[in-house]
């Protein structure tokens, strides 16, 4: 019987892909002939294409070029995650084996395109362990809103009550609070205002999630 449902944010908290978004967005916008900064970069990063564009596009903001730019990039991303790999941030993936052999039922919900994460989880070797993947596809609004998140847990028919969130922002992290779930921020930067806040996974105490769900 499961005991409960974690459900996982992808970027910056299963692998560090910062890298990889800042350079696949420099050489777009670029081509776009609209150079940004990587200051620019970093205050959208973790945010969806449609919600970061139009401030970039300005005035050409369009929708069929919102689409044309974004695909553009996450193309480019894509590429650079098979070309390059990527590995798990320390303590990611021992932790997703420990809760699978603990019966937990576990999900990717993320801001991040379908083909994004597939392509992630293909290259770190943990596609199996996951019976669900919310994408940028799967929901009309971003974190903060919690429907990502109250998404997951349906299909992984799992109360809100009943999972834990792990996540490395503050959008995330206030979308489960309002999805009525527990959190776990992993943060390098700063503390989150989670029910638990680390700077690494490898950090977590080896009953951390059933402890949460005890609350």
């Not at 916008?29 to 620019?40: K, W």
């Not at 997703?96 to 290259?123: H, M």
């Not at 309002?178 to 921020?185: K, Q, T, V």
Request: hydrophobic fraction near 45%; glycine fraction near 8%; aromatic fraction near 6%.
């Amino acid at each position: 019987m499961p005991v409960g449902a974690v459900l996982w944010d992808m970027d910056g908290t299963l692998v560090d892909s910062e890298e990889f978004h800042w350079l696949s967005w420099r050489h777009t916008m670029a081509a776009e002939g609209l150079p940004i900064t990587r200051d620019q970069f970093v205050v959208t990063f973790g945010q969806r294409n449609d919600s970061i564009l139009p401030h970039w596009l300005g005035a050409g903001a369009t929708p069929d070029r919102i689409q044309h730019v974004g695909d553009a990039k996450e193309a480019l991303y894509r590429k650079l995650v098979r070309d390059s790999g990527i590995a798990p941030l320390p303590g990611a993936a021992e932790w997703v084996g420990r809760l699978q052999r603990g019966k937990w039922r576990q999900a990717v919900a993320s801001s991040a395109p379908r083909a994004n994460i597939d392509v992630v989880l293909e290259v770190i070797g943990l596609v199996r362990c996951f019976q669900a993947i919310v994408s940028a596809e799967d929901v009309t609004a971003g974190k903060p809103d919690p429907q990502v998140f109250l998404t997951a847990a349906s299909r992984l028919e799992t109360p809100p009550a009943q999972c834990v969130v792990v996540e490395d922002a503050a959008a995330g992290v206030e979308a489960a609070r309002r999805a009525g779930m527990h959190s776990i921020g992993v943060s390098r930067k700063g503390s989150l205002a989670a029910d638990i806040a680390i700077s690494s996974l490898a950090d977590l105490a080896p009953d951390a999630f059933l402890k949460l769900l005890a609350r």
